[in-house]
Structure formats: C-alpha cells, structure tokens
C-alpha cells in the first residue's frame, strides 16, 4: 500500500494562506482513481474538504470552501492551497485515496490515510 505523508501545515493567522502537499512514498498516486482532503477538529467528526480525480481535471469541494480552497495534483503530489483561512478551519488535515472512481465525501469510501497535518488559525 502506498504510504501517504501530509506536510505544509502550521500557525498561521486569520485571512492568511496555507498550502498542504500530500506525497506518496516512492510511488505514483495512479492506483488510486481518487484523491481528497479530510479535516478533523478537536471534539467533531472527521469531515470532507475536497477530492480530485486522477487526472486532476475533476474535483469537488465541500461547501464550507465557499471558493477559499483549490485542490490539485500531480502523479506524486496533492495539494490544497488555502486562503482566506478563518479561525473554524483549524484542525487536523489528512490526506486520503480511493480506489473507486466516485469523487465522494463519504470518508468510508476511502481506504488509505495519511497521518495528518495540524493547522490552526488564529483570530
């Protein structure tokens, strides 16, 4: 199984911008038909923030994004650029991978995950 490795979070304050990479070891991200980002805050469930194709010509965020958020990859790279952050999106991020084709928000339709990232933004 490819491991799956989260980096780029941090402190940061509000309105400001974060970038998250997600990169699988020694191998490609074309096993998997589907990407996506997950987050997490303390106390809450783990919760859909966006998911891409394998191509990375399709993607679907969730509505909190509100157009604050872009999701993109490569064969080796994920990525979720992030601005306007707000206080609400602190939490850990955690990188996930499906093997079915579907761009879905159901966290049980993904079968790999990365340890996460912590971010949080201060107000």
């Known amino acids: 199984q490819v491991q799956l490795i989260e980096s780029g979070g941090g402190l940061v304050q509000a309105g400001r911008s974060l970038r998250l990479s997600c990169a699988a070891s020694g191998r490609t991200f074309n096993t998997y038909p589907t990407m996506a980002w997950f987050r997490q805050a303390p106390g809450k469930e783990r919760e859909f923030v966006a998911a891409?194709?394998?191509?990375?010509?399709n993607s679907y965020y969730a509505d909190f994004v509100k157009g604050r958020f872009t999701i993109s990859k490569d064969d080796f790279t994920m990525n979720l650029q992030m601005d306007r952050l707000e206080p609400e999106d602190t939490g850990v991020y955690y990188c996930?991978?499906?093997?079915?084709?579907?761009?879905?928000?159901?966290?049980?339709?993904?079968?790999?995950w990365g340890q996460g990232t912590q971010v949080t933004v201060s107000s």
């Open positions: 891409i194709s394998r191509t990375g010509v």
């Open positions: 996930a991978a499906s093997t079915s084709v579907t761009l879905s928000p159901n966290r049980y339709m993904y079968n790999n």
